[in-house]
């Protein structure tokens, strides 16, 4: 199926502990991006890609280190984890931000760093 | 800090009726694009309005962007219980690099 993959869907970390979370797509999108989503804020940008090998900040990069060896895979790295970091946490990715049909999105990984 | 802002944070009507959610933006902007989300789940694109346009209409929905006001709505037509969701509102803002910035939502329900 065609699409954004996530995985894991949950995961439970203690403070300190280092993981990464995975996003694959099969689209042939040249832009992804990595959200989280906290109550009441909305989804807030943490990096993004134009394309392999360029990444940038967005809005809250503050301990997550991303990396664009390929097309398909943009992988979000905690590097240690802490409470504030318990969040659900979306992948994009699409052709372009002004092509129509706009991002497509995972179905999330829940996080929850205690 | 958020690009857009929504308006209402939270929205309830009866079925049948229209829904009107409203966000506003801070600086320039190349496209504004509205997305739904299901609870729990990930995010859906509805439609796109470019920076040159002033109102789009897919369906049921129908898009106006005010570029002076800064500005755009998002109009449901005849809603139904299906269309209970949370409503983003996102900009996207062509600087060295392209982002896209979302705003925290609105929360519709539509009671059946």
């Known amino acids: 199926n065609a699409g954004v993959t996530q995985t894991p869907k949950f995961q439970v970390l203690k403070t300190g502990q280092s993981m990464t979370l995975q996003c694959a797509q099969d689209?042939?999108?040249?832009?992804m991006s990595w959200y989280r989503q906290d109550p009441g804020m909305g989804l807030r940008l943490i990096h993004y890609s134009v394309g392999a090998g360029i990444t940038d900040q967005g809005e809250v990069p503050n301990g997550y280190n991303v990396s664009r060896s390929t097309t398909e895979d943009f992988p979000l790295r905690l590097l240690s984890a802490a409470p504030s970091q318990t969040s659900v946490y979306f992948c994009?990715?699409?052709?372009?931000?002004?092509?129509?049909?706009?991002?497509?999105f995972g179905s999330g990984t829940r996080l929850t760093v205690v | 800090s958020q690009q857009g802002e929504e308006d209402p944070q939270a929205l309830s009507i009866q079925e049948g009726e229209n829904a009107t959610m409203n966000c506003s933006y801070k600086?320039?902007?190349?496209?504004l694009q509205w997305y739904r989300q299901n609870s729990g789940r990930g995010l859906v694109h509805l439609i796109l309005i470019r920076s040159n346009e002033r109102e789009k209409h897919s369906g049921r929905l129908r898009v106006t962007l005010d570029t002076s006001k800064k500005s755009s709505s998002l109009l449901i037509t005849a809603s139904r219980a299906a269309d209970t969701a949370s409503y983003f509102c996102?900009?996207?803002?062509?600087?060295?690099?392209?982002?896209?910035?979302f705003g925290p939502g609105t929360s519709l329900s539509v009671i059946p």
């Open positions: 996102a900009t996207y803002l062509k600087t060295s690099y392209d982002k896209v910035i």
């Open positions: 600086t320039s902007i190349n496209n």
């Open positions: 994009a990715s699409s052709y372009h931000p002004d092509r129509a049909d706009g991002y497509t």
């Open positions: 689209m042939n999108h040249e832009y």
